[in-house]
């Protein structure tokens, strides 16, 4: 058991719920900031939570200030890219102003050690596949315009004031860990996976988006990485970063690429059902094909994507909508 305490922001939600749990499982103390924006409940007894806007100032010098906090972990970002192409204002305001809030006022009460929720978002177009790191930015959103705005900023916050960082670059996060009650509840659902899912089980017509794309079968490719995994990176990133100092990017994915029908047709193994489709137009800010090279975070990292088949992905992912309804939604913590 250590004595180190990790600052979780967005610590009650999808992504950051599973990496609280597993940072408690590996020794460290965990408060978990949180706006609980969708009124869900966050009663872990694995966790201290704080109910606050991540930006709030008062809260985050009150927490500094009480606490020795060895890393934040920021996951509090506004993600949906279809919605960040209607409404840049919102998103700009809450993945880049409050952003730079928090990371002030870490410095401010010196704190210098920042895991940063990146994504492939960054790379727009992919020149090359499977993409590096080292790809050039290009992104296509303002989501992520948005990220990569403070990966910019990180770098310069590094050099002018020692701030030591690293951000991830995840690919699509999925999957759940139904055993520990923690899986994907956003609402609206905009995730591919559970919207397919939901439809498999209630008979519904699950909708395409776009299958006119330069793809072998007309829908779009996508590298899924399991939450889990995605989770216990950020715990080797820091223990990284603890040890040598040294700021850095690392991309994450299971480095396999599925098709949307790809996708459909394995949901229906799983399932054990025919799927209705339907094809509706493209979401504005996609793009054709997203792999990962996840062999830099792989070498330095020594991370891996051992939870990241996709069948394993589309069973845990399976058994926590059941969960769901049998809870009838409304009696467990909605992960948003």
């Known amino acids: 058991m250590n004595n180190q305490t990790i600052l979780v922001v967005g610590g009650a939600g999808y992504i950051g ?72 204002k919102d998103f700009y305001q809450n993945n880049v102003t409050k952003t730079l809030t928090l ?17 492939c978002a960054v790379y727009g177009v992919p020149q090359k596949l499977p993409l590096e790191e080292t790809h050039q930015f290009a992104p296509v959103s303002p989501y992520g315009k948005n990220k990569l705005v403070i990966e910019y900023a990180l770098q310069d916050y590094a050099k002018a004031y020692g701030l030591q960082y690293i951000s991830l670059r995840y690919f699509n996060a999925s999957g759940a860990c139904p055993e520990k009650m923690l899986g994907e509840w956003h609402i609206p659902e905009t995730h591919v996976i559970p ?18 794309y330069s793809t072998q079968d007309g829908t779009c490719i996508r590298d899924y990485v399991h939450v889990l995994d995605i989770g216990q990176a950020h715990i080797q990133a820091y223990e990284h970063l603890n040890k040598t100092g040294i700021s850095d990017c690392f991309n994450l994915g299971s480095e396999y690429g599925f098709s949307i029908k790809q996708l459909i047709s394995a949901a229906e193994q799983i399932c054990k059902t025919k799927i209705k489709i339907g094809i509706c137009n493209r979401r504005p800010g996609d793009v054709p094909i997203l792999i990962a090279n ?14 990241s088949s996709i069948e394993n992905i589309l069973k845990s992912a399976l058994e926590w909508e059941n969960i769901l309804i049998k809870t009838k939604y409304f009696s467990l913590t909605p992960r948003i």
């Open 17 to 88: 719920s599973h990496t609280s749990w597993l940072l408690h499982q590996q020794g460290y103390n965990v408060i978990v900031l949180d706006k609980l924006v969708h009124k869900q409940t966050f009663n872990q007894s694995w966790a201290r939570l704080i109910k606050s806007d991540f930006s709030n100032e008062q809260t985050l010098k009150t927490i500094f200030t009480e606490n020795k906090i060895d890393c934040v972990m920021h996951f509090a970002a506004f993600i949906e890219v279809g919605e960040s192409v209607k409404n840049p």
């Open 103 to 119: 990371l002030n006022s870490m410095l401010e009460h010196g704190v210098n050690k920042f895991i940063f929720s990146s994504s």
């Open 195 to 212: 919207k397919l899912l939901r439809a498999a089980m209630n008979n519904q017509t699950f909708l395409v988006c776009g299958d006119d």
């Open 294 to 307: 996840a062999s830099k975070a792989q070498k330095i990292l020594g991370w891996q994507a051992k939870n």
